[in-house]
């Protein structure tokens, strides 16, 4: 080839490589990617032979119901009372109540830095036309009147929450220290601490390690493989560790708690509001040619616990 | 048909230039909270790099959510490690890192991003 030619060829490369930064941070996926996409969410399975995080042989089992604490957390109309109780149950030492506090402060911490800010928002938000308005709407108003008790006093802030997380991880919390790596404040430095706590999450089957685990395992975690283990690294396979664990007992129902943080914090709302979360991402957040990539990672997820996928 | 030569090097630089500036120009999403659909929300409407921490924080989770509900795919718009530029009421911006698109408390100043209004 020409040497004259070369340069230009070389700068046209790295104009789309910069083209297409920006553009998938800003989530278009174009058609001529979608196979790109697809193999980008594939699980690593060099990473996983070395990580030693491995398929284990068990047998099917439905998955465990919550406890009635936990429950406390979806079905309470009255978070403040719920955290009242709470508060008794962590200060008698129980590190799951301590945990599910961390839940409470996270889901009302946007209301009550400023309950009437938050109104006024809510207002303003319904004017602006969203496609997924009415469910932004429905979902604010839910977390409004779950909070409502709740005031800038109580100072719900991330220090408070990662002290509260933290707090719970030492009491034996493993959702809470599962969070906590997800936050970048694991409660130990270096990779072998990550990998062996993915390995107890996996195992653990507990439903909200799961969810407190996922946003590490996106995109973030792209080439941790070795760490991470075989489904990280991808949006993808965020999305399979949230539909994990929805099998494995999660509220993922529309008025649930992950939907309703995902729509008023995120703004990822169902334009359909009888979807659950598994439909919905399956709907919004996966591509066509994707969705056997998706099941296999939610097989390979849930295979480490028993539970049936 | 005669052609005038440019000296190598000068070719170089003129696409050297180019590839800077639109490496520059497309590297970060930049939102700009003045614009009609953010400036009337409460914990947006008067933000400034010099507020607290915390209210930046639920500032530019807003912010995100509202950049997200209007994309085709919310999914994978700003997801957890992206960073966007925000340029608050008052003009001074910042560079926020999404940490956890589902919390209100998901998005983190980078420390020392932060410009004074221009």
């Known amino acids: 080839m020409p040497r004259k030619l070369l340069l230009p060829i070389l700068l046209v490369g790295l104009l789309g490589a910069l083209a297409w930064m920006p553009l998938r941070q800003a989530g278009w996926t174009g058609v001529a990617f979608v196979d790109e996409g697809v193999d980008v969410a594939a699980p690593s399975l060099e990473g996983a032979a070395t990580s030693g995080l491995r ?65 006024q928002d809510t207002r303003v938000i319904a004017k602006l036309g969203l496609s997924g308005g009415g469910a932004m709407l429905s979902a604010r108003q839910r977390v409004q009147q779950r909070c409502a008790r709740f005031v800038p006093q109580d100072g719900f802030s991330l220090p408070m929450i990662v002290n509260q997380r933290t707090q719970a991880a030492h009491a034996g919390s493993l959702a809470a220290e599962a969070a906590l790596l997800a936050m970048d404040r694991p409660l130990q430095a270096g990779d072998d601490y990550r990998r062996e706590l993915v390995q107890r999450v996996l195992d653990s089957g507990d439903p909200y390690a799961f969810v407190a685990i996922a946003p590490v395992m996106g995109s973030v975690g792209s080439g941790r493989g070795e760490t991470l283990g075989e489904v990280s690294g991808s949006d993808l396979s965020e999305i399979a560790w949230r539909i994990a664990s929805c099998r494995l007992g999660m509220d993922c129902s529309p008025g649930g708690s992950m939907m309703t943080n995902y729509c008023v914090n995120g703004g ?38 028993g539970v049936d996928g | 048909m005669k ?12 696409w050297g230039l180019v590839v800077v500036a639109y490496a520059a120009a497309a590297a ?20 400034t790099v010099h507020a607290p921490d915390e209210a930046r924080r639920l500032g530019a989770a807003q912010v995100a959510a509202l950049y997200r509900a209007r994309s085709g795919t919310p999914f994978s718009t700003l997801a957890p490690g992206s960073t966007i530029k925000v340029v608050w009421a008052d003009g001074s911006a910042e560079t926020v890192r999404i940490t956890d698109p589902a919390s ?13 209004p221009e």
């Open chain 2, 28 to 47: 970060t999403i930049v939102i700009e909270t003045r614009s009609p659909e953010y400036r009337d929300l409460s914990r947006v409407g008067h933000m």
């Open chain 2, 104 to 116: 209100p408390l998901g998005a983190e100043p980078v420390p020392g991003t932060q410009q004074a």
């Open chain 1, 55 to 119: 398929l284990q042989p068990a047998t099917l089992r439905q998955a465990p119901a919550l406890s009635s604490l936990r429950r406390g957390f979806e079905e309470s109309t009255d978070l403040f009372a719920y955290s009242r109780e709470l508060m008794m149950w962590a200060s008698a030492g129980d590190a799951d109540a301590m945990w599910l506090l961390s839940l409470v402060q996270d889901y009302c911490a946007g209301f009550a830095a400023d309950p009437s800010g938050y109104a």
């Open chain 2, 3 to 14: 052609y005038k030569r440019t000296r190598p090097g000068v070719n170089l630089l003129v």
């Open chain 1, 268 to 305: 990822i709302c169902s334009q359909d509001e009888t979807q659950d979360f598994s439909t919905f991402a399956r709907d919004a957040g996966v591509p066509r040619q994707g969705e056997d990539n998706v099941e296999e990672m939610v097989g390979t997820l849930l295979s480490h616990t």
